[in-house]
């Protein structure tokens, strides 16, 4: 479990519970300092919406053409940015599955007559 969901459930067992701070980091396995951590990263929703409409409009192109594509706009982003989003949003290319190749002139084998023969 991601330590979002556990802070989720240490919230729930306090409320619904009212079980002490201590007790139901214990029982989720939560760190008290993880509970009470804030992050400080910048809000990446702009980020977020431009990506996926880019990577709507372009179908077939993966996360590095869509960073160089961001960085012709003027994003000043990281491309393992890119690709953390990229991946979180499930805008992973679809992998097109290979043709069976068939040959026209194709010959039976004639039947083995003895061992080892082919």
């Known amino acids: 479990m991601k330590p979002s969901q556990k802070k989720i ?3 729930f ?3 619904g519970y009212k079980l002490p701070l201590r007790k ?3 029982l ?3 760190n008290r300092a993880a509970f009470s951590y804030r992050s ?7 980020l977020k919406i431009r990506l996926r409409d880019l990577a709507a409009s372009r ?3 993966g996360y590095r053409r869509l960073h160089v594509l ?3 706009e003027g994003w000043k982003v990281n491309p393992k940015r890119v690709y953390r989003i990229y991946q979180v949003e ?3 290319l679809r992998l097109m599955r290979t043709k069976k190749r068939v040959s026209a002139a194709r010959v039976p084998c004639p039947p083995a007559d003895a061992p080892n023969e082919r």
Do not use: F, I, M, N
């Open 59 to 61: 179908v077939r192109y």
């Open 24 to 26: 139901a980091c214990q």
């Open 13 to 15: 067992l306090r409320v």
């Open 9 to 11: 459930l240490v919230q």
């Open 70 to 72: 961001l960085q012709r």
């Open 90 to 92: 499930g805008l992973s």
């Open 40 to 46: 400080q990263a910048k809000d990446q929703s702009a």
């Open 28 to 30: 989720v396995r939560l």
